[in-house]
């Protein structure tokens, strides 16, 4: 299920914010108790690192 929040939200933040984390850009993908910041979706060369992009849709 895909859910859009915006940021400048209490409410956006709040769940991330639970878990440890602390977003200052989006896109910020919550897949169970882990959500996902811009660096560790984009690589250096602003690619998308597949392993997450699998995590998160369940595709093995």
């Keep these: ?3 859009e929040w915006d940021l400048k939200t209490k409410e956006a ?3 991330p914010r639970c ?3 602390y977003p200052q850009e989006a896109p910020v993908p919550q ?3 882990t ?3 811009f660096p560790s979706i984009f690589g ?3 690619t998308v690192t ?3 992009i699998r ?3 369940g595709v093995p």
């Design 1 to 3: 299920m895909f859910e």
């Design 13 to 15: 933040n709040l769940d």
């Design 19 to 21: 878990l440890g984390y």
């Design 31 to 33: 897949h169970g108790n």
């Design 35 to 37: 959500c996902y910041e």
């Design 44 to 46: 250096a060369d602003d």
């Design 50 to 52: 597949k392993q997450i």
């Design 55 to 57: 995590q998160i849709s």
